[in-house]
């Protein structure tokens, strides 16, 4: 009986939520819309190439990775099911992509911001999830030690990604997103140039809302 209550109590209570829903349709991966996506990056390792005092090819090891959020803007234009979009993305990030060189020549980096701009393509199934994967360029900056040196220079490269998205109601929606960043800069040393080249993989948590 206490069962048969609560539901009764319980259904009463959401009725109203589920009205309201049925109210307000989804969001449809149209027009502009503003976000903001938070993640880790992972797997992160790089090559520092052409230095002086190091091999020509110091592989780096044992990638640490980090955390990274920030704000997004973008506009999409649907066209039945598929969806095309171009987005700018800013964000503080704190990624370490290297620790040792070969050698144990102390040589890491680490990111202090990532700044994106990005196309995407997609289709939506079932009327409310977009499926869409990106191509964008990135440009980080990165503080990095190469030997006895510590420098900081702005890096730049790709970035490909892969996305899922489920449309909320009242113009809302959220998803997650794999990135693999491919970058490379110089970093300018006493000791002459130093060039790196860097990867990382991410995967990020990102909530859209449409304002149309």
């Known amino acids: 009986m206490r069962r048969i209550f609560l539901i009764a109590v319980l259904a009463v209570a959401f009725a109203p939520l589920a009205n309201a829903r049925e109210k307000d349709p989804p969001a449809d991966f149209d027009g502009l819309f503003i976000g903001l996506n938070t993640g880790y990056g992972f797997g992160a390792s790089g090559d520092w190439c ?31 099911p598929i969806v095309l979009e171009v987005a700018a993305r800013a964000s503080h990030a704190d990624i370490a992509f ?89 970093n300018d040393t006493p000791a002459g140039d130093v060039d790196i080249d860097w990867q990382t993989e991410a995967v990020s948590l990102a909530i859209h809302y449409e304002l149309n």
Not at 51 to 72: H, Q, Y
Not at 117 to 124: D, E, L, Y
């Open 50 to 80: 052409t230095c002086s005092f190091l091999p020509s090819v110091a592989d780096v090891t044992e990638g640490e990775g980090g955390i990274f959020v920030g704000g997004e803007l973008g506009y999409g234009v649907r066209l039945g």
């Open 98 to 186: 290297a620790e040792v060189c070969a050698a144990g020549v102390p040589c890491s980096g680490e990111t202090s911001w990532l700044a994106e701009a990005q196309i995407s393509a997609g289709f939506v199934v079932l009327d409310n999830i977009l499926i869409a994967g990106s191509w964008g360029y990135g440009a980080a900056d990165v503080e990095a030690q190469t030997g006895p040196y510590t420098t900081s220079a702005v890096h730049d490269g790709t970035v490909l990604a892969a996305r899922i998205e489920q449309a909320m109601s009242e113009n809302w929606r959220m998803g997650v997103e794999y990135r693999h960043y491919d970058m490379q800069g110089t």
